[in-house]
């Protein structure tokens, strides 16, 4: 893994941002419809795995009613760097290329520390988060509901704690807008070359 000094003292160009205009978004879905055509099973086993993941958490937070709230949203944060084995799919698609599922789990090794540590900082996004709510959902709750379900029925549903609800939600689309805007493209970018965390997160220029 290069630093980022050695990028600048041998003069590497970091690559550039296509400007994106209306009609792009249209196009990536449109890629990623191939990209499922061509890796059907792995692709689906993908979603079978979040799918299940994501019940068995929310069965374990039953109990605790803040971290049902906490286990739903925190996919947004999590999610940019589980997505790497689809990334890889893609990439290997685009080269004209049939991974296996268990193939495309292989790309955490080809910069693994640099992954790892990126996969530090959502985790500790993912905890700053749950202690915010924590927090947050403990000054407004007048009663300490057995369920989770009662939990939000009290907090988010009845209407009683309106600003309460928006401001969470507002606060929570913030931070997954941020950790979305850091990692959008410094995992695929991990994930094709040998670069750290700084290098991949670097601002860099735009064009057409």
């Given amino acids: 893994m290069k630093p980022v000094s050695d990028f ?3 003069a590497v160009s970091l690559p ?11 196009l990536w879905l449109k890629a990623g419809w191939a990209d499922l055509k061509a890796n059907p099973l792995p692709s689906l086993a993908y979603g079978l795995l979040f799918a299940l ?4 958490i929310i069965l374990a937070a039953l109990d605790h009613p ?12 999590l999610a ?18 049939r991974l296996l599922f268990i193939d495309s789990l292989r790309c955490f090794k080809r910069n693994g520390q640099s992954l790892a540590i990126f996969g530090l900082i959502l985790a500790l996004a993912a905890m700053f988060w749950e202690r915010v709510s924590a927090v947050a959902f403990a000054l407004v709750a007048i009663d300490n509901p057995a369920s989770g379900a009662l939990f939000l029925n009290e907090i988010l549903l009845s209407g009683e704690h309106l600003g309460f609800s928006l401001a969470w939600f507002a606060v929570g689309a913030a931070l997954a807008l941020l950790i979305f805007a850091l990692s959008v493209l410094s995992v695929p970018y ?19």
């Fill in 8 to 10: 600048h003292a041998h």
């Fill in 16 to 26: 550039t941002i296509r400007h994106v205009i209306v009609h792009h978004p249209f």
């Fill in 53 to 56: 993941g994501g019940d068995l």
């Fill in 66 to 77: 803040h971290l049902l709230t906490v286990s739903i949203s925190g996919f947004f944060l």
């Fill in 80 to 97: 940019p760097l589980l997505a790497a084995g689809l990334y890889e799919l893609s990439r290997a698609n685009a080269q004209g290329e």
């Fill in 190 to 208: 991990m994930l094709d070359r040998d670069v750290d965390v700084a290098t991949a997160m670097l601002p860099v220029g735009t064009k057409s």
